[in-house]
């Protein structure tokens, strides 16, 4: 992050910088860094902008202590332009939204894919310790075997009303399932692919 190159001259020593979430990668807000605030930003690891209108800088969420923390910034091609990921420790709009475009923030369903990452990291680089990395050594069958078993364990409780267990039992099958997946090497997006093939045709 220390070696950014930016071409403030073609934008008067303002650049602007779209923050992103990292994990529902939902854009959150738009606003202008220049360069002290950018090594605001990258010193504290809380997003910091170059107020326009109060000509200061200010880091986001120093009044209301919802700050953005940084998990990692880009620059675009033209190199006038940041794409910040954050982890927003609050809503972001000032009116209290979630985000700046008035859209709700709350989905984890991309979370799927950090929980990809660190199976295909047990499944390449095992550890003793890992219950990941045992079902790999075990082999496809056993692997497939807990889907199976995972499978019949989501259908007993979903006959009953208790809703945590149900969703114990929802998340020990997806996490199955993908490393049945990763066993396979299909990637998720092929099984995506299939469904909206699918869904074309309706």
Known sequence: MNNLTIDFKKVDGLVPCIIQDESSQ?????????????????????VTFFS????????????????????????????????IKAEPLGPVCHKGDDTCFEETNRSKTFFIDDLRAIIKDRKNNPTDKSYTASLFAKGINKIAQKVGEEAVEIVIEAKDDNKDLFLGEAADLMFHYLILLEAKNIELDEVMEVLIERHKKK
């Open 52 to 83: 326009r209108t109060k000509q200061r800088i200010w880091t986001k969420g120093e009044t209301s202590g919802n700050f953005l923390m940084v998990k990692s910034i880009k620059i675009d091609c033209d190199q006038d332009t940041l794409l």
């Open 26 to 46: 939902k854009v959150l807000m738009l606003g202008y860094m220049n360069q002290e605030a950018i090594d605001k930003t990258i010193e504290t690891g809380k």
